[in-house]
């Protein structure tokens, strides 16, 4: 009877070992994606309402024409006219039971890049 009792706990581990391995996503997948968003044309900024605030930028590119539809944390952009630009996906594991996803945009340029707000 014990036999049969821990020859089903070992099934059991087996089967749930090999589904999880199975479903998760391969880890770049998972923690880091990137997708083009448009080419840069300009930027306008817009001051804190208080002090404390952040500062924004309103980026306007080839896809969206309008400012408003893309704006990020910064006093300045060094983003060039024509730039390539993408918005990436980071996963922030900041502590136990914390951790949060963070968007950024960005060019080819790995010292030009942006965080979202």
């Known amino acids: 009877m014990e036999i049969k009792i821990v020859l ?57 024409d309008t400012y408003g539809k893309i704006s990020a944390y910064s006093r300045d952009c060094k983003f060039i006219e024509g730039e390539m630009l993408y918005i990436r996906r980071i996963y922030i594991n900041a502590g136990v039971g914390f951790s949060y996803w963070s968007y950024q945009i960005e060019s080819n340029d790995p010292e030009k890049y942006y965080t979202l707000s």
Do not use: Q
């Not at 999880?20 to 997708?35: G, M, V």
């Not at 001051?47 to 930028?57: A, L, N, S, T, V």
């Open 8 to 64: 089903l706990f070992i099934i059991f581990i087996v089967a749930s070992c090999a589904i999880i391995k199975e479903s998760l996503l391969p880890e770049d997948e998972l923690f880091i994606t990137r997708k083009y968003v448009s080419n840069f044309i300009e930027y306008r900024h817009t001051c804190p309402e208080r002090f404390g605030d952040p500062h924004i930028i309103w980026i306007k590119t080839t896809m969206k």
